[in-house]
């Protein structure tokens, strides 16, 4: 039998030995040390390693059976392990966070069939590799799930439906709202921690980063800086207080990177700290605009409660209105499974986040929001060098046909007419991708091959004559390219210029 020995640094940690494939010899030997450390191999004189699962941020999982249970039952332990170098006090932390996620798995594991169970937790000490001296090591036994995290799925398979990710979304959302309902968030959702078992069944794991909720919330409250990067909202990466909106803000991440099949750094721009994921996936309005509000920054205007979110995704229900208009009020703990608001409560119903304002029996009812397509940085410079050298070609292409050196107002219409439609046509997503380069080339060939008279008056103007000869351009192609490729850059140095000023203006004004 192969086992794996946990001791952290161990040079050597596979160690086999035949004499235990024997199952009853395994279940009564007393106990095995590793042949290059010399590690008690049998923890708790119970749960024997495997194999190395993996190693998170403060703790490392190793596959293990049970050899107390009649079918040596599969299990996995999880040990305190911190990666890096810690500070006294950061370790400390660590420590705490590790035993209260035992803690938070004995409470809720237990009680959800969708979290892992806790089987046993305990600390060894056992000798150090140095003479005299000992280690203190932790470990946390829990259920073992058998199957694949989303993040092995993806990998697999690639982008997945609406109809996968919203049975994922929903999932999710009632595994948290039990931990909401018990005074818990969970601050770490992100796929790898999302398992789907063999028989489907999805599991929610890896609760080391689980935070207990207040009794009541108070303001200026810090929170352990333990975050997944990518995944995390703003307020957790700035080691503020978080709210349950914040596992919100980490599952909708999850879904859209399940739906483009990119990873969260390709799909935030933080330019204007926005998601711009639309455009790569196909998905309904109403799962739009619920990603989109769970994706706001600020935590009050997202959803308050998994029920909410839950009660939005009904086809019965009224689609969330624009995010802006409808925040939510901050959470405050009264009792274990009630949440409330600090708001006082009106004399009259007001209406919730999911519902619009009353209006008028004489008005119409406005149109749902639909959020325009955004655009990546590549996408708004890629467009622009397309724009610029088809702009080239096309200015080629009029003054040729109109017999004139470009400096009629004809010209200049017809060619702000045909750049104002390539824009356009670009902000509709009518056009882009593989479509810029099809239409670049077929316009080239017909600059090329068309028979312009007045093209060689127009390329031996002495400035494109000079830089033309300088870059040995002398062919008519030659100078065509020059034109579109003067252009392009043109275009794209504008465009980025332009782009720099509104975002600093953005952060001033």
Wanted: aromatic content about 8%.
């Amino acid at each position: 039998m192969e086992i794996y020995c946990t001791r952290p640094g161990c040079a050597k940690p596979q160690n086999s030995f035949p004499d235990l494939d024997d199952i009853s010899k395994l279940k009564t030997v007393p106990q095995k040390f590793c042949m290059a450390c010399g590690m008690p191999l049998i923890l708790d004189n119970r749960y024997i390693s495997t194999k190395l699962l993996g190693r998170g941020g403060f703790g490392t999982a190793f596959a293990a059976r049970d050899r107390r249970t009649p079918n040596m039952r599969h299990c996995v332990i999880k040990q305190f392990q911190p990666t890096g170098t810690l500070s006294a006090a950061a370790l400390q932390t660590a420590q705490r966070l590790f035993n209260e996620e035992a803690i938070t798995l004995e409470r809720l594991g237990n009680q959800h069939p969708q979290i892992p169970d806790l089987l046993a937790f305990f600390e060894l000490d056992v000798p150090a590799l140095a003479a005299g001296q000992s280690n203190q090591l932790f470990y946390i036994v829990q259920e073992f799930v058998d199957g694949q995290n989303l993040e092995e799925l993806l990998a697999a398979q690639g982008q997945f439906s609406e109809a996968e990710v919203l049975e994922i979304l929903v999932e999710m959302l009632k595994i948290l709202k039990f931990v909401h309902e018990n005074d818990s968030i969970h601050r770490d959702i992100k796929p790898s921690n999302i398992m789907r078992r063999r028989d489907g069944r999805l599991f929610l794991l890896d609760f080391g980063a689980v935070k207990k909720v207040k009794t009541v919330a108070q303001p200026g409250g810090r929170s352990t800086g333990i975050y997944s990067q990518g995944f995390a909202p703003p307020e957790q990466m700035r080691g503020d207080e978080v709210y349950p909106s914040t596992d919100f803000y980490a599952l909708a991440v999850t879904c859209v990177m399940l739906l483009t099949g990119k990873q969260p750094e390709e799909l935030y721009d933080p330019y204007s700290d926005t998601w711009n994921w639309r455009g790569y996936a196909q998905v309904s309005d109403r799962l739009e605009a619920v990603l989109n509000r769970m994706l706001l920054p600020t935590p009050n205007q997202r959803f308050a409660t998994a029920q909410d979110i839950l009660d939005a995704l009904k086809p019965s229900s009224t689609p969330p209105l624009s995010p802006s208009l409808t925040p939510t009020p901050k959470p405050t703990r009264l009792q274990s499974g009630q949440v409330a608001s600090q708001a006082q409560p009106l004399p009259s119903p007001a209406p919730t986040p999911m519902q619009p304002a009353p209006r008028p029996i004489s008005q119409p009812s406005p149109p749902v929001y639909a959020p325009a397509p955004r655009f990546t940085l590549l996408e708004v410079l890629s467009s622009a060098a397309f724009t610029g050298a088809e702009g080239g070609l096309l200015a080629i292409a009029i003054a040729s046909l109109l017999g004139t050196a470009g400096l009629s107002p004809l010209f200049w219409l017809l060619l702000l007419g045909g750049m104002s439609s390539i824009v356009y046509a670009q902000s509709q997503r009518w056009i882009e991708k593989v479509d810029l380069l099809i239409i670049i080339g077929v316009t080239l060939l017909l600059v090329w091959l068309f028979p312009f008279g007045l093209l060689n008056k127009i390329l031996l103007l002495p400035p494109l004559n000079a830089i033309a000869q300088a870059l040995g351009l002398t062919s008519a192609i030659g100078m065509i390219l020059l034109i579109a490729g003067f252009a392009c850059l043109l275009a794209v140095a504008a465009t980025a210029i332009f782009r720099l000023i509104y975002n600093l203006m953005s952060r001033f004004l």
